[in-house]
């Protein structure tokens, strides 16, 4: 016989409540209490994930959930901000499943863990149209590093590798190029698009040396855009010191329009900041020690132009769309 599928009450109390940190009252209670140390301030952040927009139905739950609270702190560590903990909102249609909630909640129940983000609360709620979850996640921070604190000559870096996650969502989608690289350059890619790394150790960076920073979620051209136009300045980015991987240099090989993908496309979640000269080191030696790779690959100039965006050969580089946009 099938199983019964939960009650409210049920997915509440069984699925959602043994993730539920102290303040959160075990979904008990109206409100969650946060927990706040000295002068440290509060930082909010909400990210919605869509079925069929953000992820595919058939999507495993559990790494759909990890994606929902990764996007998040991806946020928090831009602002310099540990993570406190998240609420979270789900909107489930007609047909979601026991099991479906209990992989969603599992997985969820491993990077809370792995993130030290509990959960304080949230809501759960029935629609006609698809899946959706929505996260809100807070942070404390002692310096909320804005994106509109750069100033020219500041020098320009990202985190991590550039363009793996729009490649790899490309690979999902089985594109041709997908065909020509190997089964390891493939996984990386793919890997990469499911399942984000959001850049918490760079917090201390972050905070003692940025002028401004962001997380790239929409393609690292638009948001450098987005974050020099807060800033009130302009920039020069040399195309060849942007960090790529093996996997994704592979794939711009076989293919080379893939470079503007790379440049453009979206779901990076690694951090774009900002630095004064006199700080580069500073920040440069701080992400080393925190294990992250932090590359230099331009610098902010006067103006409010957007971003130059220039080849090896000092050859200016336009691209068609600067980044992904929802409409
Ligand atoms: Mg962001």
Redo the contacts with the bound molecule.
Sequence with gaps: MAERRFSEDELIAEIFAPLVAEGGFGLRDDAALLPLRGAQEIVV?TDALVSGVHFLPDDAPGLVARKALRVNL??LA?KAAEPIGFLLTLALPPDWTNDWARGFASGLAEDARAFACPLYGGDTTATPGPLTISITAFGRATRFVSRSGARPGDRIFVSGTIGDAALGLGVARGEAFAERLGEAARAQLLDRYRLPRPRLPLIAALRGHASAA??I?DGLGG?LAKLLRASGVSARVELARVPLSDATRAAVAVEPALFERAITGGDDYEILCCAAPAACAAITQAAREAGVALTEIGAATAGAEPPQFFGSTGNIINFSRLSFSHF
């Design positions: 952040t991806s946020d831009a962001m997380d979620s948001d």
